[in-house]
């Protein structure tokens, strides 16, 4: 077995630098099995370098795969065994169809075969849009669906030969549409994270009632269309909490920990001992709504829960308690699996450490479902929590939307799920799980490789049930979102797996069918009138960036990425606002940076410092981040928007060069435009330090201004220095 990356900046015979793959590799057995089954043997790094996957990771990636390849003949078994089931398969068990345009589906079957074919349109009725045609160059027959086909999900059912195929047919726009209000004129919104603003009514962390209230003051004081937040995945129900909202423990239900209790409305009805009991636990962390130090998640949660309980406990009218049974049976089996993973959790404890009852009671263990009998009523308050979670996020984007805003909230869409959650517990098959987790590999911000610690879905899973627990994530969002973001939009086409042991650098990628996700996508945000933004930074091959526009999704470019040429290399001179992308969500920076002050005080270079995070000398990242803020300063020179002496003076004018970044923004052709809420208020320290775990207060810094002093809720839109960065985004339309 080769070692990992062993071939990079490899040569040909005539000494130019090596592009792809050699006839010799191309022969081997191993690479012609990883290749069947779906991995890329190579790829190209965000730097241009050519880089062959090694055999050890191939090998141990198609085992994550059920693919046997630890021996040669076993590589030849698997292989035989390949061909042998895609030759009795009659159809593929997924395909995608585009509105108004004529779709042919090849048979596996003789020409002269018998074929008999239904189908059924997602509403439950019968289409008759089906041909049946001799394909003469194959020898095959093919299906053709009419061009009328609806939008949705079909299944379609075909006979021939003694064999059946089942096919979920996804009928999707060919490119999601820009809703009016975003193609008549230019918009533009907030990011924040939701968690680090708080009102005086929160609980020590920013919960939805905040949100609310600041997507209703976003639209009427700055005149913002959109706000960008942070994942509301599901998390644990009980401490200890995980900070990060990109390690959720579900992807299909939300975070129950940031209901405002005070805001449901069976709270003002509550008896008075009764309500007098969840003053008294609000009260015990209010105070901490004051504080500008790391928020204690866990605290604030210990508090609320109970008081949850107490309102829950009190019951509903019978009006409510049809809704509430209305969204259980919407919510469908995948509410009562994540309750039941909620109720484990909570009584057996934190599936981690010695604790084994993830490996050894699955949900169908005869042990879980006496637990579930035992404990009903915590069963069913892990179902009423997620059902008041939904009406709270609900009404936070209705709010939105009646205040004024084009689009409203935009939800994140985080990579994937804790590998001890209950997506993945409750079924494992629709994961890779055990011996794989999901990452990246090394770039010039994450010089290591990244291991994120998920477990990637199973492509073939995906496939093979017509992509419908993708399909009820990606609705369940749009539920209560006009816009949803995607993070590392990569992973639509490929992921990243790493194999236990191996290093994030030692990875292979696995492919996805990209076509059957956009087209889940373009149907679930086609029907809210919504858009689709992937964040497409880092090691993204241009094709991919060309086919996510050729459906209608948006780009990210951020000013501190967007250097002539897409060049990596810090120092080199960045484009001209003109230059950047149409089909685009542009930005000044990141979650994952400090916020552009701190940026400009180098506090990126300070912090992986401290954190022994740098794989150079401390002295050579420092010269690079000078480079790359004198090239910033260069351009916004160049540009017209700061005059030399505020270049040479950067520390002197913090917020005027911040505004001219956010000035130079509003000069670009892209559609979409997003100034951070840290970078309107003046704070300084990063939310996140990728690469650190407990390092660092990760996820838990709250909204402060430049001088360190808390920024409520309702303050923040009236801060002069937000007023001021709003007028800038504006500029375009006064």
């Not at 062993?6 to 592009?19: F, I, K, L, N, V």
């Not at 549409?177 to 939701?194: C, F, I, L, N, S």
């Not at 490996?359 to 035992?374: G, M, N, R, S, T």
């Not at 300063?633 to 970044?661: F, K, T, W």
Request: aromatic fraction near 8%; proline fraction near 6%; charge should be negative.
């Amino acid at each position: 077995m080769t070692d990992a990356r062993t071939h990079e900046a490899a040569t040909t015979d005539t000494g130019t630098p090596q592009r792809t793959e050699s006839a010799q590799r191309l022969a081997r057995p191993l690479i012609k099995l990883a290749k069947a089954c779906g991995l890329a043997t190579s790829f190209i790094d965000q730097l241009g370098t050519y880089t062959e996957i090694s055999d050890d990771a191939l090998v141990a990636v198609l085992k994550a795969l059920d693919v046997d390849a630890s021996t040669p003949e076993a590589i030849d078994r698997s292989m035989e065994k390949l061909e042998e089931e895609n030759s009795k398969r009659l159809l593929a068990p997924t395909i995608v169809a585009y509105v108004g345009q004529t779709t042919t589906i090849a048979l596996n079957c003789p020409a002269d075969a018998d074929v008999t074919v239904t189908m059924t349109l997602e509403n439950g009725e019968a289409y008759d849009g089906v041909t049946v045609l001799p394909d003469l160059n194959s020898g095959h027959p093919i299906l053709s669906l009419d061009a009328d086909l609806p939008m949705g999900y079909h299944t379609l059912d075909a006979q021939a030969d003694g064999r059946t195929g089942h096919a979920t047919i996804i009928a999707a726009p060919a490119r999601i549409p820009v809703p009016d209000k975003v193609a008549e004129q230019q918009r533009w919104g907030w990011m924040t994270q939701m968690y680090s603003v708080r009102s005086h009514d929160s609980w020590g962390v920013g919960d939805y009632g905040d949100l609310k209230r600041l997507l209703i003051d976003a639209a009427h004081e700055s005149g913002a269309d959109f706000m960008l937040i942070n994942p509301i995945h599901a998390g644990a129900p009980i401490p200890p909490l995980e900070p990060s909202p990109y390690l959720p423990e579900s992807r299909r239900f939300l975070n129950v920990t940031y209901i405002r209790p005070q805001d449901i409305p069976e709270y003002e009805t509550l008896p008075a001992d009764v309500k007098a009991q969840v003053d008294e636990l609000h009260a015990s962390v209010a105070a901490r709504n004051d504080e500008a130090t790391p928020m204690d998640i866990n605290a604030a949660w210990s508090a609320k829960r109970p008081a949850l309980r107490l309102i829950f406990d009190a019951g509903r009218n019978a009006k409510r308690e049809l809704e509430f049974e209305h969204f259980k049976a919407t919510a469908g089996p995948d509410l009562d699996s994540f309750a039941t993973w909620c109720l484990c959790f909570e009584v057996w404890g934190a599936p981690w450490g010695e604790n084994r009852w993830f490996f050894e009671k699955p949900i169908d263990d005869p042990a879980v479902q006496e637990l579930v009998e035992k404990h009903h009523d915590l069963f069913e308050f892990n179902r009423w929590l997620q059902w008041i979670a939904a009406e709270q996020v609900t009404a936070a984007q209705q709010a939105a939307t009646e205040s004024g805003m084009a689009l409203g909230l935009m939800q994140d869409m985080a990579v994937g799920v804790h590998g001890l959650g209950a997506d993945a517990w409750a079924n494992p098959e629709r994961f890779a799980t055990g011996s794989v987790t999901v990452g990246c590999p090394p770039d010039f911000y994450n010089q290591q490789g990244q291991d994120w610690g998920q477990p990637p879905f199973n492509p073939r899973y995906l496939e093979s049930t017509g992509y419908q627990v993708y399909r009820e994530m990606v609705h369940a969002m749009y539920e209560h979102a006009g816009a949803v973001r995607i993070d590392h939009v990569l992973g639509l086409f490929r992921l990243w797996w790493i194999p236990q042991g191996l290093g994030a650098k030692n990875g292979a990628y696995v492919m996805y069918n990209h076509e059957a996700m956009l087209g889940v996508l373009a149907i679930e945000a086609t029907r809210v009138g919504g858009m689709v933004i992937g964040e497409d930074l880092g090691t993204v091959p241009d094709y991919v960036r060309r086919i996510l526009a050729d459906h209608g999704v948006l780009g990210t470019d951020v000013e501190w990425f967007s250097r002539v040429d897409d060049s990596p290399n810090a120092g080199d001179p960045y484009k001209e606002p003109g230059e950047y992308r149409k089909q685009a969500l542009a930005s000044v920076t990141t979650h994952d940076l400090p916020p552009t002050a701190g940026y400009l005080n180098f506090e990126h270079v300070k912090l992986r410092e401290e954190l022994h995070l740098l794989s150079e000398p401390v002295e050579a990242f420092a010269a690079s981040a000078m480079a790359e803020r004198t090239a910033m300063m260069n351009r916004l020179v160049e540009s017209g928007y700061i005059p030399a002496s505020v270049a040479e003076d950067v520390e002197g004018h913090i917020q005027e060069i911040v505004e001219a970044m956010h000035a130079m923004l509003t000069d670009t052709p892209s559609l979409l435009l997003q100034a951070a809420l840290v970078d309107g208020v003046g704070e300084t320290r990063s939310q996140n330090q990728p690469g650190t775990s407990y390092e660092y207060s990760n996820w838990r810094v709250p909204l402060a201004d430049e001088h360190g002093h808390v920024v409520h809720t309702d303050e923040v839109f009236s801060l002069p220095r937000v007023r001021s960065l709003s007028a800038v985004m504006q500029r375009k339309r006064r």
